[in-house]
C-alpha cells in the first residue's frame, strides 16, 4: 500500500477543510489536550495492528486569507509499509523547521499547490484525492535524504526542541516507528510537567512504551515522563505521613499504644491474675 496523504488548508473566502476527500477518522484528536493545532504540531504514531500515520499542522503559507491573516497548511498521512525513507525526508523537513524557524515545507507546499488550483479545489467535490497524493509524494520526494542516525532507547521520555541530542534521539525513535515499530514520536506545544504524566497513561492504555515528545521554548534536559499511577501512591505516603504509608505498602508492623496505656494495661493485667489466684485459694 502506498502512502495516502491528505492536504487540509483554506481560501480566501472559502474557511479550512481538506482538499477533495478528509481522513477516515480524526485520531490526532486524542492530543487536543496537549498541543494547540494552529501552531506547529507533530505527531508519528503507530499503534500495535494499526497503520503508521502521520499529523503536520500549523505549516504557513504565503497566501492570506481576505483579512490579510496568514493561511495555514496541515498535512495527514496514512504511511504505507516499505516507504520508511520516502516519509522521514518529511519528518526530518518539519522538525528542521520548527527548529529554525523557517518554512521549507510551506513553500514547496505553495510552489506545488498554487492558489488557484487551491481555490478551485475547495470548490470541488469530485473525487480527485489521487491527485493530493501524488502532488505530495512527489514533493516529499524532493526533499534531500539524511541518514538518520540509530539511538535504540526504551521508554517515554520529553525534552526540549532546541537541544541536538533531543532531537537525534527523538528522529531515530520516528525513524523506527516508520519501520514498523509501535511507538509515538511528538512535538506538542502546549503541554507542561503537571500534564505529561497523564499523556502517558494514557499512551500507555494504548500499548506505547517507547514515546518522544519534544517542547518548543522549553530549558529541560531530556527527561523520563513520571510515572502517574506511582505519583499518586507518594502523593498519598508523603501528605498522610505513617498513615499513608500503611495505606499504601499495608500495615507492616502491629500497632502498638502508647507506653503510659501500656502500663495501665499491664497493671490492669496483673490484678486481675491476682483477684483469680485468691478466688482458687478461697475454694
Known sequence: MSTEFYLQTRGKTIDYRFLYKAPSSEWWRRYVDYTLFEDRTIILEQLADEECRLYLSGIPSNRRD???TIIRYTLVAKIGKGESSENFRLVK??????????NALGERLDSDFL???IEDALRSDGECQNQISQKVAS???????SEPSDQDEEGIWWGRLEFDDNCEKWLSLANQILNGEPGVAALLNATSEKSLPSLKEKLHDKGILNAFILRPNDNSERKPIKDPRKDKMESIQEGGGDMGKRITRGIKKPIFPSPSI???LG???LFSA???LVFILAR
Not at 523537513?93 to 529554525?100: A, G, K, S, V, Y
Not at 514533493?139 to 534531500?144: C, G, R
Request: proline residues 3%; glycine residues 4%; contains cysteine.
Open 274 to 276: 491476682f483477684i483469680f
Open 262 to 264: 501500656r502500663i495501665y
Open 93 to 102: 523537513q518539519f522538525l528542521d523547521d520548527c527548529r529554525d524557524k523557517s
Open 139 to 145: 514533493l516529499v520526494n524532493s526533499i534531500p535524504y
Open 267 to 269: 497493671a490492669g493485667v
Open 115 to 117: 492558489e488557484q488550483y
Open 66 to 68: 481576505r483579512v490579510n
